[in-house]
């Protein structure tokens, strides 16, 4: 008969600390399923104000169509309304110059280069200024190239000849 309880005293011990380790793992898992469904909400929040700039860069555009379409349409009837005319052609050019925003490519690369250089040469040379400095240089050079080339194919930058 002791030997009865003492196995089944035995048996609950276990019961009840792998309850606990199972209870223990349901919150982890939920903890995860709740980060990982925050984490999904704020790339559709991304998305969605992707879309929005998408869409106010197409109205500009149209609006921007519009208005250079009124004004040739104008244009001729200008000419044509006065009583005098002299064989003088009167053109309207529109020219629209968009504005760059944010850094080059260039810029960036230069930033991010002089950085991982920087990091990468302090950690490889045992002076770790001396490091720092060549590194950040070198890698500021090699950013500022590869960007540069990314501005030319992207025509922020005019290609050389």
Request: some cysteine.
């Amino acid at each position: 008969m002791k030997n009865t309880f003492a196995i089944l005293g035995i048996a609950l011990a276990f019961t009840a600390c792998t309850n606990a380790r199972k209870e223990e793992a349901i919150k982890v898992a939920t903890i995860k399923a709740v980060k990982d469904s925050m984490r999904l909400d704020s790339f559709k929040k991304a998305d969605i104000a992707e879309k929005q700039q998408a869409a106010k860069i197409q109205e500009e555009k149209r609006v921007l169509m519009l208005a250079s379409a009124k004004a040739a349409e104008n244009a001729p009837a200008a000419t044509m309304a006065s009583p005098r005319s002299h064989s003088v052609d009167h053109h309207t050019t529109t020219t629209t110059t968009t504005k760059k925003k944010g850094w080059s490519s260039a810029a960036l690369g230069t930033v991010i280069g002089a950085g991982a250089g920087g990091l990468g040469g302090a950690l490889i040379d045992k002076k770790k200024g001396r490091g720092a400095i060549i590194g950040g240089v070198a890698g500021a050079g090699a950013g500022y190239l590869i960007g540069r080339g990314q501005d030319r194919k992207s025509g922020r930058v005019q290609p050389k000849n």
